[in-house]
């Protein structure tokens, strides 16, 4: 559905919502397995640190977390409604991808020795 002048987003048919729910869910699915990767691996990293290739990987994972809220918001800026818990997850992803991101640099700087500064 492409939206129109003025904001107005013509109402969708049964068909449409039926898909764009399917979508949305897949999304929702796909955002709280990356979200657990993730803090498995930050538990991993607390404890023993992160490889090369584990850190390269938590950094693809938080970028495909970044990918799926921005399509969330689209989903919802194009008038379907997202549910609250829709909402409450791609907050949730959003949160956890802030805080990802600086416990990652926290991580390659312990194991490097480098300092923030």
């Given amino acids: 559905m492409v939206q129109c002048r003025a904001g107005y987003v013509p109402k969708m048919s049964t068909g449409e919502r ?3 729910r399917v979508k949305i869910d897949r999304l929702q699915r796909e955002i709280a397995s990356l979200s657990d990767q993730q ?3 930050q538990r991993n990293a607390a404890i023993v640190g992160m490889t090369v290739e584990e850190s390269e990987n938590y950094r693809q ?3 495909r977390i970044k990918e799926l809220t921005a399509q969330l918001s689209r989903l919802d800026s194009q008038g379907l409604s997202i549910s609250k818990g829709a909402r409450d997850t791609q907050q949730e992803a959003e949160e956890f991808t802030r805080h990802g ?3 990652d640099q926290a991580s390659r700087f312990q194991r490097t020795g480098e300092s923030a500064d």
């Fill in 39 to 41: 803090a498995a691996a």
């Fill in 18 to 20: 039926s898909k764009r």
């Fill in 101 to 103: 991101t600086e416990g």
């Fill in 61 to 63: 994972r938080n970028y």
